[in-house]
């Protein structure tokens, strides 16, 4: 159970961060108070498991973010959302060099995709999951190292693989790829033993980072 096991532990864990660890970095939010220059756009999912700057050892003002369930990037059309209208602005007025669309381990959006009873009584999260039907196509050989969740792994690797394909369908980031401002990466991140895989387009599978 997290700060957020009882009444009152928000408030709590709010003032500790204001007493202790806001006053060690009151130079670095001077900075950031007026104005951000990330570098790093990240795409991941909504599970409370994946913190992106714990993953990655980043600080405030170092990630722009956009997550949801399955991190979809959702291509529909004359459609609005959340996701694209974030990848536009980060493309092309953040001007972000690198943009990383992160699936991970054990995601619940595609064990409803295995099994859609998962998904009976919620009308919203079934519709926006159809997003995440491509990974089917895409799936990865299955890894020994994944054990029993081999098969949802390589799901979970393949919807990287389609969303990737959707980022990069993007009108700013096709603009900013083809003029070698922006690259793009697709990552499976595992919680069990925090690391990561990187998607290597021209072989057609993960290989681990930053090893
Ligand atoms: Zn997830």
Not at 6 to 15: E, K, T, V
Not at 126 to 140: K, S
Request: proline share 4%; aromatic share 8%.
């Amino acid at each position: 159970m997290g700060a957020a096991g009882d009444d009152g532990a928000f408030d709590r864990g709010a003032q500790a961060v204001l007493k202790e660890i806001f006053p060690g970095r009151r130079s670095h939010f001077h900075l950031l108070s007026e104005g951000q220059a990330p570098e790093w756009l990240f795409i991941t999912c909504s599970d409370s498991r994946v913190v992106p700057d714990l993953v990655l050892g980043t600080e405030p003002g170092d990630l722009f973010i956009t997550r949801n369930a399955g991190n979809v990037v959702p291509i529909t059309g004359q459609d609005v959302d959340g996701c694209t209208a974030t990848v536009e602005y980060a493309v092309e007025v953040l001007k972000v060099k690198d943009a990383i669309l992160c699936g991970h381990s054990d995601c619940g959006a595609m064990k409803a995709a295995l099994d859609h009873t998962a998904l009976e009584g919620l009308p919203k999260a079934e519709r926006w999951l159809q997003h995440v039907e491509a990974a089917f196509a895409h799936r990865q050989p299955l890894n020994a190292a994944d054990g029993e969740s081999a098969e949802l792994a390589s799901l979970i690797r393949g919807n990287v693989v389609a969303q990737l394909m959707n980022l990069r369908a993007q009108p700013s980031v096709a603009g900013a790829v083809a003029a070698g401002r922006l690259r793009v990466h697709g990552w499976y991140y595992d919680i069990l033993t925090g690391r990561i895989e990187e998607y290597d387009e021209g072989l057609g599978r993960f290989l681990p980072w930053g090893e």
